[in-house]
């Protein structure tokens, strides 16, 4: 990726940053606490992914279009949202090694924050929305999410789980929002251009899109999930939450069903002894790595498709998004 790209998307980001700390203004009383969660943004990659894929869309070079940085905020505005919820659901003390809010500042302020960023990513959904589809899929989308943790939540404690059902709720809760965040890309960048075709994006790019977004997705939540037993690696949360939370992911599921004795040290609530088992038994997270490749190559190949159809210089950055997760597996 060249300099200026780069500098390009980092002009990107900054605009939306810009408009994330706007919204200051709109979750009050709580924000003081709005702000410590922006002062720790992170990287923002569905952001990032709905730029890029607004790029891909119509608008590779020179100043996006501001629907499109408004969009982005609020889809990082919505997954804002489903952290301050998740931290509460899963008890988590730290996010991205500082406090959560909950932590800081009670349950009931997290519930609010959370309420009010979501209820603000819907009224800016509604402002800039080019079309009712446009908001209809913004709302299953959330309720596919929801749904998503609801699978989760309902299969906790569960040595039976399944690894379809595993995959269908981290499919809910993750990839469905990173598949939100590239279509939303692609509909508000043909929103924004001129001529017959506005407000209809190309069907190839919208499938690519989804499923592009779909398997990088997926990818994400099993190397978080992965993450959560590395002991060596720094992600800035808890480790061995999952398992000491009762939500059995890839890696346990797969001990689940290659051996019989494994529900039995399992049922020991014991994390640390989960922890050992992995370490001897380093198949499993071998195999779990393997899954979240196969999802970042056919994500690649995604890209693959696009070829030639779409805006080289934006494809060119979805691929270094790419690179930079492999190279954390
Ligand atoms: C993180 O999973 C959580 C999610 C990806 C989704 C959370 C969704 C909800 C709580 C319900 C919807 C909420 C709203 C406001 C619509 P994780 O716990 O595996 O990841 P972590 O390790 O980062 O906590
Ligand atoms: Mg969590």
């Known amino acids: 990726m060249s300099v200026q790209q780069e500098m390009a998307l980092q002009s990107d980001m900054r605009r939306v940053v810009e408009t994330l700390h ?6 009050t009383p709580y924000r003081s606490e709005y702000r410590q969660l922006l002062d720790n943004h992170g990287k923002m990659i569905r ?21 499109v940085i408004t969009g982005a ?5 919505l997954h804002l949202a489903t952290l301050v919820h998740d931290d509460v659901l899963d008890s988590a003390p730290i996010r991205r090694n500082q406090p959560t809010v909950h932590t800081t500042a009670g349950n009931k302020a997290a519930i609010y924050l959370g309420d009010l960023i979501l209820s603000r990513y819907m009224e800016i959904m509604a402002e800039i ?23 989760q939540e309902s299969a906790r404690h569960h040595a039976e789980t399944t690894l379809d059902y595993y995959r269908k709720a981290i499919g809910g809760k993750t990839a469905a929002l990173f598949r ?6 692609v509909r508000l960048s043909a929103q924004g251009s001129q001529g017959p075709n506005a407000s209809q994006p190309d069907p190839t790019l919208v499938d690519t899109a989804r499923a592009f977004g779909n398997h990088l ?21 808890p480790k061995l ?7 059995y992911t890839l890696p346990v599921l797969l001990a689940l ?4 004795d494994f529900a039995q040290l399992l049922s020991r609530d014991d994390p640390q002894a989960v922890e050992d088992y992995l370490q001897a038994h380093p198949d499993l997270l071998a195999r779990s790595r393997d899954e979240a490749m196969q999802h970042l190559d056919d994500a690649e190949a995604c890209l693959g498709d696009l070829a030639g159809t779409v805006r080289p210089k934006a494809i060119a950055q979805l691929s270094d998004v790419l690179r930079r997760i492999r190279k954390q597996l």
């Open 180 to 185: 939100l965040a590239c279509l939303t890309g």
């Open 73 to 77: 905020a609020a889809i990082e505005m």
């Open 257 to 260: 069903r290659d051996d019989p």
């Open 47 to 67: 952001a990032t992914l709905v730029v890029l894929f607004a790029r891909a869309a119509g608008e590779d070079s020179g100043k996006l279009d501001e629907q």
């Open 241 to 247: 939450e999952d398992v000491a939370d009762g939500i």
């Open 22 to 27: 706007r919204e200051e203004t709109n979750v």
């Open 217 to 237: 997705g997926m990818a994400f939540q099993i190397m978080d999930d992965i993450a959560d037993f590395d002991l060596a690696h720094d992600t800035g949360k």
């Open 129 to 151: 929305a080019p079309s009712t589809d446009f908001l209809r899929e913004q709302a299953s989308t959330v309720c596919e999410i929801v749904g998503g943790e609801l699978l």
